[in-house]
């Protein structure tokens, strides 16, 4: 079965910062690029960043460049995302997702083109 599960969320004060980590199972990890989507309650999930299958390239949404890093290792089966600068309204139920779709070089943002998630981990940042 394919399983990825999400750790590294909590409770943090504007300013700081956490690093979730996403470890996968279950698929051929390197032949799926891997993004990140964030969801608050009551909004629509959306995208955050994502990481080709290759790992170099990347994207993140508006809100988050220069403060959010995407990266994978591939051998350790497990993709993670650095979240500096933390916002209040960076609070969210983040989850990591698979897409079997994408090139080796290109990756997608929209959340219907990844086959695979994970249940989340809940980011809470204070002011």
């Known amino acids: 079965q394919v399983q990825l599960v999400e750790s590294g969320g909590g409770l943090v004060q504007a300013g700081g910062s956490l690093r979730l980590s996403c470890a996968a199972s279950?698929?051929?990890?390197?032949?799926?690029?891997l993004a990140w989507f964030r969801q608050d309650s009551g909004k629509e999930r959306e995208f955050v960043a994502a990481?080709?299958?290759?790992?170099?390239?990347?994207g993140y949404a508006d809100s988050v460049k220069g403060r959010f890093v995407i990266s994978r290792d591939n051998a350790k089966r497990t993709v993670s995302l650095q979240v500096n600068s933390l916002k209040p309204e960076d609070t969210a139920v983040y989850y990591c997702?698979?897409?079997?779709?994408?090139?080796?070089?290109?990756?997608?943002?929209?959340?219907?083109?990844?086959?695979?998630w994970g249940q989340g981990t809940q980011v809470t940042v204070s002011s």
């Open positions: 990481i080709s299958r290759s790992g170099v390239n990347t």
């Open positions: 997702a698979a897409d079997f779709e994408a090139s080796s070089i290109s990756y997608s943002v929209a959340s219907s083109d990844y086959r695979f």
């Open positions: 279950g698929l051929p990890f390197s032949m799926y690029a």
